[in-house]
């Protein structure tokens, strides 16, 4: 390695040398300071802000420099020792400054068959969130496998309880990752398959075995339901979060009384509410998750709604600015554009305005603009 002998010594490492091995373009870049003070580093990058708490770590720019959490002998034995002790194998890659690239002893066959393994037995006892990064990391390239090994690791984290003790925020970040996915709904599939809904999804626990609905209508339970409509619905993370909470309150309805589903949208407004709080999500998607709940079967039958229905449909979801993410969930849902004519519908209310002497009458003002704006859809629909 050409470089041992200088002060500072440092690599890329993690995802973004993964990616170039892969052919993609990276955008998250790591590195490691192999060797090398802190205080040299500080020297040759005085303008770096350390953010580490139980070790060395500094920001310059939107990259992370790491100080090694262990070292070794040598420069060498330090990235060996570095690589073995990060999360997947296919992301224990480093490469220096010269191109010699360091690997994980299976980093390159996991690779090439594309596996996502755990680098190191204990690596989700050292960061539970780590079962979070495999699920978003299987949504992201769904083209990888679980080894039976992370399989078996992460069910081991949740019997253990590891999961209980991560920050929500952590957890809700890897969530919007996952939204913005090719196959968020691999996301859910795989912390089912690993027991790993409870303590923070716990909303899913039993999704898989309820299902969604009569068999003229459906032919999957509420989980494999829900994770198809957010596979559709990938490129748009707000809609995508909307079709993961649009079918929740169905959880809740008595096995007598299956598999009809009757009044689920209100029951899945505070499921929605409070999947998305215990997350620290924003709140523009909190209140997204509820209105998808809310309103999702009354927008699936958009051309039969009565012009009243319709006006406060329309201005409920126009309040929120959710027209759009309404009408792509519908149309996955349904596989067909149902609510085609609603932004036209939109425009038109919308021009409507209440006369002077109609204004500031409290409810009777509101009754008479829904009048009035259902009369104006009335009379779009003749013409």
């Not at 802190?38 to 990259?63: L, T």
């Not at 999957?220 to 748009?236: I, P, Q, W």
């Not at 209100?266 to 709080?277: D, P, Q, Y």
């Not at 009565?306 to 759009?324: Q, S």
Request: net charge positive.
């Amino acid at each position: 390695m050409k470089n041992k002998n200088k002060p500072v010594s440092i690599l890329m490492v993690g995802g973004a040398v993964r990616d170039l091995l892969l052919g993609k373009k990276p955008h998250d870049f790591d590195f490691l300071v192999a060797s090398g003070s802190v205080d040299q580093f500080k020297k040759q990058f005085p303008y770096a802000k350390p953010v580490g708490k139980s070790y060395e770590v500094f920001f310059q720019k939107g990259f992370e420099f790491s100080f090694p959490r262990v070292t070794g002998q040598t420069v060498d034995e330090t990235i060996d020792l570095d690589l073995a002790a990060r999360d997947f194998t296919i992301n224990s890659f480093a490469l220096d400054a010269e191109g010699e690239l360091y690997v994980h002893p299976n980093g390159l066959e996991d690779l090439a068959s594309k596996t996502l393994r755990p680098a190191f037995s204990e690596t989700f006892k050292v960061d539970p969130l780590r079962v979070f990064r495999a699920a978003t990391f299987l949504a992201r390239f769904p083209e990888f496998t679980a080894h039976p090994d992370l399989i078996n690791k992460m069910r081991e984290a949740s019997a253990k309880g590891w999961l209980e003790t991560i920050a929500p925020d952590r957890i809700g970040v890897e969530l919007l990752k996952a939204l913005k996915s090719d196959k968020p709904g691999n996301f859910l599939k795989t912390l089912q398959e690993t027991n790993c809904f409870e303590p923070w999804f716990t909303e899913f626990k039993t999704a898989d075995k309820i299902v969604a609905g009569p068999p003229e209508f459906h032919d999957k339970s509420v989980l494999g339901h829900t994770a198809e409509l957010m596979d559709k619905t990938s490129g748009n993370p707000l809609t995508c979060w909307m079709a993961m909470c649009h079918d929740l309150g169905k959880i809740l309805t008595p096995s007598d009384l299956l598999p009809a589903h009757h009044g689920h949208e209100k029951k899945g407004i505070k499921l929605a509410s409070a999947l998305g709080t215990r997350l620290l999500l924003p709140n523009k998607f909190i209140k997204a998750g509820e209105v998808a709940a809310a309103l999702h079967m009354k927008a699936g039958k958009y051309n039969q709604l009565r012009p009243g229905t319709k006006v406060d449909l329309l201005i409920e979801l126009h309040k929120n600015d959710l027209v759009e993410n309404m009408r792509n969930l519908c149309r996955a849902d349904k596989n067909e554009d149902i609510m085609t004519n609603a932004m036209t519908d939109l425009t038109e209310i919308l021009k409507i305005s209440l006369p002077e002497n109609d204004r500031n009458l409290g409810k009777k003002s509101g009754e008479k603009l829904r009048e009035m704006r259902a009369h104006k859809l009335i009379k779009e629909n003749r013409s």
